[in-house]
T-cell receptor, first 113, second 109 residues
Framework: EPEVTQTPSHQVTQMGQEVILRCVPI?????FYWYRQILGQKVEFLVS????????KSEIFDDQFSVERPDGSNFTLKIRSTKLEDSAMYFC???????????FGQGTRLTVV | KQEVTQIPAALSVPEGENLVLNCSFT??????LQWFRQDPGKGLTSLLL?????REQTSGRLNASLDKSSGRSTLYIAASQPGDSATYLC????????FGAGTRLTVKP
């Protein structure tokens, strides 16, 4: 069964460093998302991406964050200068069409020290 | 602003019981509602998607209903099993998905 794949599963980084989280969405899907879940809190929307551009973003997704689909298969989230409060589980999701069933990856646990 | 609430926060039942998880949302102008399962430290597994025009969806022992006008959805799990133990999340979609905090279910053998 097709699935969304995320790498790495766990990343530890020092405060101020740049990190890139990687996702391979399901191959025929067109809509891509990043969400995050701080430990013990709700899953929160970060950004949606369609047709090679951001379609929606939350107030969390500030200038420190960026997304890219560099090669038609990968979908990446970059955090330029990580802060302690960026520590969370980051989930990538994809959908075949707008407002259809969303499929999530297993997540990347980011720990900023 | 859409707020999603799930009750109860935690539930412990003996194996074999039928149970109902509740989800409520404040803005009824949604496109769909999706139920997920999350195992500890893991990702979200999609269980059921209900479009705004639908009243319910079924998959195996799971049945989800949607009453959009009252801002409520329920997830019914029949004949619960220890393997059903997980956190169950509901998420409503207008533009982005808004999640509830989840119900942590424990099914005891």
């Amino acid at each position: 069964e097709p699935e969304v794949t995320q790498t790495p599963s766990h990343q530890v980084t020092q405060m101020g460093q740049e990190v890139i989280l990687r996702c391979v969405p399901i191959s025929n899907h067109l809509y891509f998302y990043w969400y995050r879940q701080i430990l013990g809190q709700k899953v929160e929307f970060l950004v949606s991406f369609y047709n090679n551009e951001i379609s929606e973003k939350s107030e969390i997704f500030d200038d420190q964050f960026s997304v890219e689909r560099p090669d038609g298969s990968n979908f990446t989230l970059k955090i330029r200068s990580t802060k302690l409060e960026d520590s969370a589980m980051y989930f990538c999701a994809s959908e075949s069409g707008g407002n259809t069933e969303a499929f999530f990856g297993q997540g990347t646990r980011l720990t900023v020290v | 602003k859409q707020e999603v609430t799930q009750i109860p926060a935690a539930l412990s039942v003996p194996e074999g019981e039928n149970l109902v998880l509740n989800c409520s949302f404040t803005d009824s102008a949604i496109y769909n509602l999706q139920w997920f399962r999350q195992d500890p430290g893991k990702g979200l597994t999609s269980l059921l998607l209900i479009q705004s025009s639908q009243r319910e969806q079924t998959s195996g022992r799971l049945n989800a209903s949607l009453d959009k006008s009252s801002g409520r959805s329920t997830l019914y799990i029949a004949a619960s099993q220890p393997g059903d133990s997980a956190t169950y999340l509901c998420a409503v979609r207008k533009h982005d998905m808004r999640f509830g905090a989840g119900t942590r279910l424990t099914v005891k053998p």
